[in-house]
């Protein structure tokens, strides 16, 4: 098949992904507001001009990412979800191996960790950057708590509470503890085990 985009739109979304990874990297290791838009172009290889003719402004590009970032990670958890149930629900394991599955699309890497992190802090400072955050964490909730459901149907199971509050419990756990993994330089495998304890304690406490 032949590639028909214009040569302009392809470069323009090539110094966009550029410039967003950069950004990415950036912001995770200094935060947002350290982060220059000097520094995201010099790292990015770009001029100001560059990143001016994308991104209003950091802020802008700094939505965006956690746009991209929310998509990336909804399409993971989705496209896990899809693998499992391909396998056959009812005969793949104990619930626990289940959940940790889906929830270990994402949470290894340390700059992601960094970034997720950063995106709450500013959540929580900015009401523009908490409308977004809000609206990506309840999708990544919506396929989550879909998949419980889901376990739960398939393997006769009753929850203890509804399958929303118990995807906020399970989230909340692999949030925890993959920022802390991160703090106390955990490598992945022990963070996967420690992750995989705290999982079950409250899978054993949501399943009647």
């Given at each position: 098949m032949t590639d028909t985009a214009p040569a302009p739109s392809r470069r323009r979304e090539n110094t966009r992904t550029r410039l967003m990874d950069a950004a990415a990297e950036m912001f995770a290791e200094v935060g947002i507001d350290a982060a220059s838009v000097e520094a995201i172009c010099d790292r990015a290889g770009f001029t100001r001009g560059a990143f001016y003719s994308n991104f209003a402004s950091k802020e802008e590009l700094f939505l965006a990412l956690c746009g991209r970032s929310a998509e990336t990670t909804i399409a993971a958890v989705r496209d896990r979800v899809t693998s499992i149930e391909d396998r056959g629900l009812d005969a793949t394991g104990e619930v626990l191996h289940l959940v940790q599955e889906v929830l270990e699309v994402a949470g290894e890497d340390r700059l992601d960790?960094?970034?997720?992190?950063?995106?709450?802090?500013?959540?929580?400072?900015?009401?523009?950057?908490?409308?977004?955050?809000?609206?990506?964490?309840?999708?990544?909730?919506?396929?989550?708590?879909?998949?419980?459901?889901?376990?739960?149907?398939?393997?006769g199971l009753t929850l203890r509470l509804p399958a929303d509050a118990a995807t906020e419990l399970l989230l909340s756990a692999w949030i925890s503890a993959s920022e802390t993994a991160v703090m106390t330089g955990t490598s992945p495998s022990d963070a996967r085990g420690q992750l995989g304890e705290r999982l079950a304690q409250i899978v054993r406490l949501i399943l009647e």
């Open positions: 960790v960094l970034l997720g992190a950063e995106t709450r802090v500013q959540a929580l400072r900015n009401p523009e950057f908490a409308a977004a955050y809000l609206s990506s964490n309840g999708a990544l909730c919506d396929s989550v708590t879909q998949f419980v459901r889901d376990i739960a149907d398939a393997r």
